[in-house]
């Protein structure tokens, strides 16, 4: 059997396999217990081996350091565009199916620029891409990068625009021309911020790989609908030198859309279940493309590249060229692009604890919810717009919903009580009324037994907590001058 059949998948690494390798030392500068514990976690893929210090800065543990390196290196590349805190990584992936690992690197979204744009065009459309943000549960969505495009053919106005949009932003580039001698003009004014180059071609391959290999920038390798030319030009590249790669298999709309879904499955198959390495590299997809569509209508043209990117984020598309900067084209995907990239192992969960909303006092009202990211959120949300001064108690329920979790019993009468003294919610106000949840309503009678505290429960929805306050607070018995809204 070949070394290449030999390599253990993520699914076959043990922590004792990772801890054969690092120090043994127990010395704590990884924040973990020991060093066994730092072997779990990276396994689990929640730590790299380069979070241990010792590891990548005593000499002496060099060999052990690379051979970590091999045994964890994914079957799909990472590729490291842009610099500093900007900087994006592409590809990184373990495993062809999310359920099988969590998958790694969330599908950068780039939104092109084109060099004939009017200085003010460029210049808003810069400011949109780069002040874009959408808060989703807690998570800062924002856009990953910048494509800008040579379409006047003309390597000073390319040059002009690159320099401009460099000096708009810290975004990371993405240069996009077939023409050598337009990219190198392009390069000169950001060969510093390590754009990805867009793109070798069997046409211009060797311009591009020196163009890359000079300025240490990853390469493109397009070769549109043609899956065998591109495993050709990758290993031509490699062996050229080039080995930061990523691939554009081509995106097409109308009507071979099925067919671009299927190109980018079988790359990842034949890395996954053929072991072809000439294909481990990141996927690049261009929904861009819906544009050269003969639609009259933008909006149809916006509504097509909205379905490219989102079934290209599913299947397997590790970065995006976009055009749209509409949220109802943008924000689907980022959502989409959140959901599949989080860790299927565990729920989304916030902290446990206390939170202080508004300017509560010790007459105020103390409501409970769960620690469910989405449940806590809205919530929260729904107490801000009704400008709602109280304590709102977040029990650890595990990350579950509160149905899920009366249901699993992860909030019972027992865990509210729990909670009550484990935050000393009792020393931040005179009364003892507690607001639980419409749909934790069953465990009402129990809470007050588990706690001492008397139980109001509450709507099922949270949208309804300002017109419960105003009809049932101040409690009847409850200290004089309770407040609420
Ligand atoms: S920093 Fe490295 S050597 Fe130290 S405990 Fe962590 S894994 Fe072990």
Redesign the pocket.
Known sequence: MSEKEHKKTIKEISPIDIYKS?????????Q?A??MA??TRVVNGELTIDN????INNTKYRVAYEKLLRLMAPPVKTITVGTGDRAIKIGGKYVLYRHEFTYHNPTPIAIDVADDLTKDERDARVKMISSFDYTYIGRNLRLDAIAIRSTLHDPDAFASTVKDVAYQTDLPFILCTYDPAIMAAGLAPVKERRPLLYAATRDNWKEMAELALQYHCPLVVSAPHDIALLRSLVKTLVEYGVSDLVLDPGTSVDPNLAATIQDFSRIRRSVFQQNDELLGYPLLGTPITAWLSPEISPDVLRWKEACIASMLISRYADMLIMHSLEGWVLLPQMIWRFNIYTDPRKPVAVEAGVRIMGSPDRRSPVLITTNYALTFFTVESDIKSANIDCYLIIADTGGNSVESAVAGRLLTAGTIANALQEFNVADLVDHRHLIIPGLAARLSGETEEASGWHVIVGPKDSSGIAELLKTRWPPKDAPANTSGV
């Open positions: 690092l120090p043994k030392t127990n010395c704590g500068e990884c973990e020991n060093c730092f072997a241990c210090p010792p590891l």
